[in-house]
Structures are given as structure tokens and as C-alpha cells.
């Protein structure tokens, strides 16, 4: 079986359009909108490194587990 690449996109939308345009060998796939942000306590920064310390948005826990489920697939 082919490996198949796995394209995600923010807009269900724009899912059904590049549907049309790519063909089978793609898995395209929405995150419906952001997946995870800064968290709302603390600076959202790792202090020592400067890098951004991101949280998943707990009301996008169904959309990120098929978007991993996806991701082995």
C-alpha cells in the first residue's frame, strides 16, 4: 500500500476544494480553527530559551486525535 500524504488545512471548506484538485495519494484533512494557543496564566514563553510554550485547546481534543490518528495512517 501506498503512503499517502497527509495535508491539513484549517477550513473544512477548503478541504472539499483541494479534494477536487489532488488526487487519491492525499489525505487532506481540517483542524476547524487554531488547535492550541499560549496558556492564560504564566508568560506563554520558555524563559531561559525564548520559545514559545504552547497548550492544546482542550475543546479541539476529538479534532487533534484524528488529526493524529490521520498522521499514522
Known amino acids: ?3 499517502k500524504i497527509l495535508i ?3 477550513s473544512p471548506t477548503k478541504v472539499k476544494t483541494l479534494k477536487k484538485f ?9 483542524s476547524v480553527g487554531h488547535i492550541r494557543d499560549l496558556p492564560k496564566k504564566g508568560f506563554g514563553i520558555d524563559l ?3 520559545t514559545p510554550v504552547y497548550e492544546p485547546l482542550p ?4 479534532v487533534i486525535a484524528n488529526l493524529k490518528k490521520n498522521a499514522k495512517n
Request: hydrophobic share 35%; no cysteine; charged share 40%.
Open 1 to 3: 500500500m501506498a503512503k
Open 8 to 10: 491539513i488545512v484549517e
Open 22 to 30: 489532488l488526487g487519491d495519494n492525499y489525505i487532506i484533512d481540517s
Open 48 to 50: 531561559e530559551s525564548f
Open 59 to 62: 475543546e479541539k481534543k476529538d
